[in-house]
Structures are given as C-alpha cells and as structure tokens.
C-alpha cells in the first residue's frame, strides 16, 4: 500500500530546523499549503479538529515581530522582569523565516474532551506539518518562548479564554547540511508486558 522503507527513513530524517539556519528564501506557498492540509488529518478524539493555525509571512512577519515584542515589553514591564535581550530577539528572529505558524487549540465548546487531549491532538497536527515540511526538504522548528503562554496574546490569534496558544511553527529553506539525528536505543524507554 505504501513504501515503508521511505516512511520510516522520512521519520528518521524529520529535524528542527533553527532560524539561523535558514536562508532567507521563500518556501513555496504549495508546500505551506500541504503542511497545513496534513495537519488537519491528525488524529482527534471526537473529531473536534482543535488545531487553528495563523499563518504569517511577508509584511505580516513583521506586524507579528512587531505585536510579539510590544505585548512582551508590556507584560514583563508590568510584572518588574523585562529582558531587552528577549525583546530585541521577539523583534528580530522572525525576520528570517519565509513563513511563520501561530499555533493554537480551540477548545471544543461541548467540554466533552479533557483539555490535555485537545493539546495532544494539536501536537499530532504540528508533527504532521514538520514531517512534511522534511519530505519537502523544508526546515522547521516548534518554538514555545516570548509571548507563547501570555494570555493577553490569545485574541491576537483568535482565541477565546478557554483556549490555548501554543507557541509558533518556524518555517524556511535550510542554508545548511540537513542535522544528523540523536536517539538513544528505544529498547531502554520501552517496557513490555507479555
């Protein structure tokens, strides 16, 4: 039915890519648009489909590194931790990707499913888009920091209160050799019960 000796080698080859690795290119838009379409055929309990997605390149790279710094000054200026180094990276890093993915999980207004599912299923969708992303050739990279767990960041998003921001998907041509992978034997992290 499939090859599964390219699968599990397009397993193996899966990386986080880092903005400093990246270009400068643009990646095609038909590459965003199948990573997009692969994460929303992850697995979810219910099929509440709780992934939303706000995708950001050209000017709205920008306005994101714009709002993304201000609301980090605000905030941190508020609670006495402000870091000018944090806030000059919230500024500056997202310039050098092509395409940058805010992430979010919006809760399934029946309340059904715990909200740790939700997140898990979100998380499905996310390894969807960077397995994609790597069979494209494409280098990405899940980042959580800044403004990430901010709840004044949400409406930005589209979020309501219930729900999450999970931080954002870092999209760009690698400029580098593609990473070797590290992993230790999975037979130390696996018990079996027979």
């Known amino acids: ?3 599964t000796e390219e699968f ?13 690795q990246f270009t400068g290119e643009k990646v095609d838009e038909a590459v965003i648009h199948q990573m997009l379409e692969n994460a929303n055929w992850a697995p979810t309990h ?3 489909e709780p992934w939303r997605f706000t995708v950001f ?10 709002f993304q710094a ?4 605000k905030v941190t200026t508020a609670q006495g931790n402000f870091n000018e180094g944090k806030y ?9 990707a092509s395409h940058i993915i805010g992430i979010g999980m919006k809760r399934d207004e029946r309340g059904k499913i715990p909200e740790i599912e939700e997140i898990e299923a979100v998380s499905c969708a996310v390894e969807n888009m960077y ?3 790597a069979a494209y050739g494409v280098g990405c990279y899940w980042g959580s920091g800044g403004i990430t767990y901010m709840e004044e960041a949400k409406s930005f998003f589209g979020l309501g209160e219930n729900d999450k921001f999970l931080g954002f998907l870092f999209i760009g041509v690698p400029g580098s050799k593609w990473p070797e992978g590290k992993r230790g034997p999975v037979k130390e992290k696996t018990t079996w019960v027979r």
């Open 70 to 73: 201000e609301l980090f000054r």
């Open 131 to 133: 397995l994609t992303a």
């Open 46 to 48: 219910g099929l509440t």
């Open 1 to 3: 039915m499939f090859n």
């Open 88 to 96: 000059e990276g919230l500024k500056t890093k997202p310039l050098s």
């Open 57 to 66: 390149t050209g000017d709205g790279i920008q306005k994101l590194a714009a």
């Open 8 to 20: 599990n080698r397009l397993i193996k080859h899966r990386r986080s890519i880092y903005t400093g």
